[in-house]
């Protein structure tokens, strides 16, 4: 079946720092993919998404390619701040089936 | 602005009450979803449906029941909570007709 992989947290970055999350994917077809973000003590929020290779999705300075070469879609932002210390989720979906999460990356970002 | 609201926010319970986790949503979707998140972080969707009248149960076993009798009303139902049920319970909608999932903001249960 459809499995996402992320990388193990937790990662820790001083603010201003450069980030990747790395997001690999397995899927038969041509999934849909998402990253969302999850703030100590609320659900999930949707950060960005791609619906088709080398869409590129953007959002509050994060980006994530879309690569079918690779079956990746890695998180990457230029300079973090304290505010974006959460857990990060990357998942796909297709063909109107349910989704499917990675296990999720916790980022810390120290002052 | 996606408006799902889940109640309570957080309840702590003896073993073997009955309680209900209730969700709701606003947004007429006809999809929503009950996931189950361990302290490890990683979701488990324990039961979805695809619209009124509609349950099916998710990839994790699990001792609970849904039912949907309105579009805009999901609730989950521990006939007899355990302390093995404590965890973070999150709902979640989405449109038939496009893939994102908009999440409410949690119920964080804990049996003692």
């Known amino acids: 079946g459809d499995s996402v992989t992320q990388m193990e947290g937790p990662v820790t970055l001083s603010e201003e720092a450069f980030l990747t999350i790395n997001c690999t994917y397995t899927?038969?077809?041509?999934?849909?993919l998402f990253w969302y973000v999850q703030y100590p003590g609320e659900g999930l929020q949707l950060l960005l998404k791609?619906?088709?290779?080398?869409d590129k999705g953007s959002n509050k300075g994060f980006e994530a390619t879309y690569r079918k070469e690779t079956t990746s879609f890695h998180l990457e932002k230029g300079s973090v701040q304290v505010s974006d210390s959460a857990v990060y989720f990357c998942?796909?979906?297709?063909?109107?089936?349910?989704?499917?999460f990675g296990p999720g990356t916790r980022l810390s970002v120290l002052p | 602005e996606a408006d799902i609201y889940q109640t309570p926010r957080y309840l702590v319970i003896g073993t073997g009450k009955k309680i209900t986790l209730e969700c709701s949503q606003t947004?007429?979707?006809?999809?929503m979803y009950w996931y189950q998140q361990d302290p490890g972080m990683e979701l488990h969707l324990i039961h979805y449906?695809?619209?009124?009248?509609?349950?099916e149960k998710g990839d994790l076993s699990s001792e609970s029941t849904v039912s949907r009798i309105r579009t805009e009303h999901f609730p989950l139902t521990l006939e007899s909570a355990r302390p093995s049920h404590t965890s973070q319970y999150l709902c979640?909608?989405?449109?038939?007709?496009?893939?994102?999932?908009?999440f409410g903001p949690g119920t964080r249960l804990t049996v003692t």
């Open positions: 449906s695809y619209g009124v009248n509609s349950t």
């Open positions: 979640a909608s989405s449109d038939a007709g496009l893939y994102e999932q908009y």
């Open positions: 998942a796909l979906a297709q063909g109107g089936q349910n989704f499917v």
């Open positions: 899927a038969t077809g041509y999934p849909s």
């Open positions: 791609a619906t088709k290779a080398d």
């Open positions: 947004m007429g979707h006809d999809k």
